[in-house]
């Protein structure tokens, strides 16, 4: 007789079994959480976006740099089931994340998938948009923004390069709306096929200096691209700066 599989599993592996685009991502599934067995919950738009472990534990580092081991605040603006949220927590005790949503369900897996982490005392939840949200945060107690916005869908790809105005919400506007209300210190998740040169320039000519810009693999394939902007910049790393932009 045949292993019983755990009941979270066999409820996944028959979603992904009747979407089948969604195959690819659960054979991807340890990729995405490590701990995917102990009962981590997804649906179907969850199933395409969480950041891959792996990259969301190399984001985590990076704010864990800007912080320096002080107490802190992270806010994951659209935290989903919470590949990212988990991870910043993980990263520090001292570390208090603040993850939005528009979608109840997502938060519900957020805080189960934050649990299954053992992080979930570090985690606080909003479910809303973003965009009012961000307005309510005034006198901020934020040192850093993490955006990860929907980009479209799984077809997100069939355009060559992806513009940020593009998203809804558009992400110029995100960009903006942090840094007017929250923090300067935002890092935005994008499609690789992102449109570098139009990212850069619109973002070098909103009163930012200068922009880091990452590509994140696992393994040797390119997942996504990442930009720091304020002091999640690394001085030493710096990508691109006005006054090259200007030259
Ligand atoms: P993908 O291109 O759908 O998968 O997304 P992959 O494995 O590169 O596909 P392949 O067919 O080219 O091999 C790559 C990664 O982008 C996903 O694992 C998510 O982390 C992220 N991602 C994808 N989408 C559609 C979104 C999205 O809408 N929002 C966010 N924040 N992340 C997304
Ligand atoms: N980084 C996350 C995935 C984010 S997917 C992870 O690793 O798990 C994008 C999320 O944005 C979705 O869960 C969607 O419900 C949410 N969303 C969409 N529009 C929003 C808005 N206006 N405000 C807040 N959240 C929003």
Redesign the pocket.
């Known amino acids: 007789m045949g292993r019983k599989r755990p009941i979270e599993e066999t409820k996944i592996s028959s979603l992904a079994k009747v979407n089948h685009h969604l195959n690819?991502?659960y054979s991807?599934r340890y990729q995405?959480f490590s701990r995917f067995d102990q009962g981590i919950q997804l649906d179907e738009e969850s199933w395409?976006?969480?950041?891959?472990e792996k990259?969301a534990i190399h984001h985590a580092d990076k704010y864990h740099k800007l912080l320096k081991g002080r107490h802190s605040v992270i806010l994951d603006g659209?935290c989903?089931a919470g590949?990212n949220l988990i991870q910043f927590a993980r990263r520090s005790e001292l570390i208090t994340v603040i993850g939005c949503d528009i979608d109840l369900q997502k938060i519900k897996f957020a805080k189960n998938n934050a649990k299954v982490y053992g992080v979930e005392n570090q985690c606080e939840f909003i479910v809303g948009d973003f965009r009012d949200m961000v307005k309510s945060f005034k006198d901020s107690r934020v040192d850093a923004v993490f955006l990860?916005?929907?980009?479209?869908?799984?077809d997100?790809?069939s355009t060559q390069n992806y513009s940020l105005s593009a998203m809804k919400p558009n992400g110029f506007n995100l960009i903006d709306l942090c840094r007017k209300h929250l923090s300067p210190n935002i890092g935005f998740?994008l499609?690789r096929n992102v449109d570098a040169d139009e990212l850069i320039s619109k973002v070098l000519c909103r009163e930012y200096p200068e922009l880091e810009f990452e590509s994140n693999c696992v393994g040797k394939?390119v997942?996504?691209i990442t930009i720091y902007l304020g002091n999640l910049v690394s001085s030493d790393e710096v990508k691109e700066k006005k006054d090259k932009n200007d030259s």
């Not at 395409?48 to 891959?52: D, K």
């Not at 990860?148 to 799984?154: F, I, L, Y």
């Open positions: 690819k991502y991807q995405l395409y976006s969480v950041t891959p990259i659209f989903g590949g990860s916005p929907p980009w479209g869908g799984v997100y790809l998740l499609p394939k997942k996504t």
